[in-house]
């Protein structure tokens, strides 16, 4: 089975950047469709960035476009999401999780972000 392992989220200023990053072990990571997630307080979980299997194909939500950047570094089975002019609407806790197949089935157990005005 695979374990995730988020981390990087803390408290940022608006305007400011973190990076997160999400490590990957039980299973070849190669193998896996990773992405990112997020739930605010009071708001349904929402898809925030996927990236395939290479990194050759990825997805945004329209509000981070320009903004967030998914990435994957196979030599250290590792995904990270870079977050870069923070608004306190991206305040939530960001979840990483792993697609084996059809769906996101394995989960992390997320890492905060807080971003004040």
């Known amino acids: 089975q695979v374990q995730l392992v988020e981390s990087g989220g803390g408290l940022v200023q608006a305007g400011g950047s973190l990076r997160l990053s999400c490590a990957a072990s039980?299973?070849?990571?190669?193998?896996?469709?990773m992405g990112w997630f997020r739930q605010a307080p009071g708001k349904e979980r929402e898809r925030v960035a996927t990236?395939?299997?290479?990194?050759?194909?990825?997805y945004y939500t329209d509000s981070v476009k320009g903004r967030f950047t998914i990435s994957r570094d196979g030599a250290r089975n590792t995904v990270y999401l870079q977050m870069n002019s923070l608004r306190p609407e991206d305040t939530a806790v960001y979840y990483c999780?792993?697609?084996?197949?059809?769906?996101?089935?394995?989960w992390g157990r997320g890492t905060q972000v807080t971003v004040s005005s």
């Open positions: 999780a792993a697609r084996p197949g059809s769906e996101y089935n394995i």
């Open positions: 039980g299973r070849t990571f190669s193998s896996l469709a």
């Open positions: 990236i395939s299997l290479i990194g050759g194909a990825t």
